[in-house]
């Protein structure tokens, strides 16, 4: 199975300041033969199903604001958010579906400082 | 649009088995696997399972082997998971969730149902 770990497990920002999560694989997510990393960011608020923010490690979904963005290839991922928001505050996984079993990682919690 | 609308929360006794159902409407149902992801009180999302929506083939994590089973009903585009031997480690929130791209096993998930809450508990 693919081992997907976070740092920092959480972090708490001011307002309008960058916030950067990572995200590790234990194993490469680049399919080469389409240069498509299979890795996923989602956002969680208590009670509600993750959403989907970023897919192929960099494109952001339809409706997810610019402030989010993902970078990285192969083994290694940043999420970042570029100005924070009150509304960000929640919990960020990374998902790969590379292979099955899709694997998760452990969350990282962002809070307001 | 899309949605997912799952069943109510359960509560069982140690060793007895559940079913959560996931009825889908919005979309053409056999264009799309679907999944069952849990996620237990303060752990990470854990992937269960993924069905064929119309030749109702499954495949399942190696940790739930043999006491898991993912159907499907066309007729009501709906989707089951019925989970055997529960212990309270699978107390849990389960989630169906469905691709976003048709046709694809391995996937991320863009819908996802309101998640049903499993207790298990004596």
């Known amino acids: 199975d693919i081992v997907m770990t976070q740092s920092p497990d959480s972090l708490a920002v001011s307002l309008g300041e960058r916030a950067t999560i990572t995200c590790k694989s234990s194993q490469g997510v680049l399919f080469t033969s389409n240069n498509k990393n299979y890795l996923a960011w989602y956002q969680q608020k208590p009670g509600q199903p993750p959403k989907l923010l970023i897919r192929?490690?960099?494109t952001r979904e339809s409706g997810v604001p610019d402030r989010f963005s993902g970078s990285g290839s192969g083994t290694d991922f940043t999420l970042t958010i570029s100005s924070l928001q009150a509304e960000d505050v929640a919990l960020y996984y990374c998902?790969?579906?590379?292979?099955?079993?899709?694997?998760f990682g452990p969350g990282t919690k962002v809070d307001i400082k | 649009q899309v949605q997912l609308v799952q069943s109510g929360a359960e509560v069982k006794d140690p060793g007895a088995s559940v079913r959560v159902s996931c009825k889908t409407s919005?979309?053409?149902?056999?264009?799309?696997?679907l999944h069952w992801v849990r996620q237990a009180p303060g752990q990470r999302l854990e992937w269960v399972g993924v069905v064929h929506p119309t030749a109702g083939s499954a495949g399942y994590a190696q940790k739930f082997q043999g006491r898991v089973t993912i159907t499907t009903d066309t007729s009501t585009s709906t989707v089951y998971m019925h989970l055997r031997s529960l212990t309270s480690e699978d107390t849990a929130v389960y989630y169906c969730?469905?691709?976003?791209?048709?046709?694809?096993?391995?996937?991320?998930?863009?819908?996802w149902g309101q998640g049903t809450l499993v207790t298990v508990s004596s």
């Open positions: 969730a469905r691709p976003l791209d048709t046709g694809s096993y391995s996937s991320d998930f863009d819908h």
């Open positions: 998902q790969q579906y590379y292979t099955t079993p899709l694997t």
């Open positions: 192929w490690a960099s």
């Open positions: 919005g979309y053409t149902f056999s264009d799309y696997y």
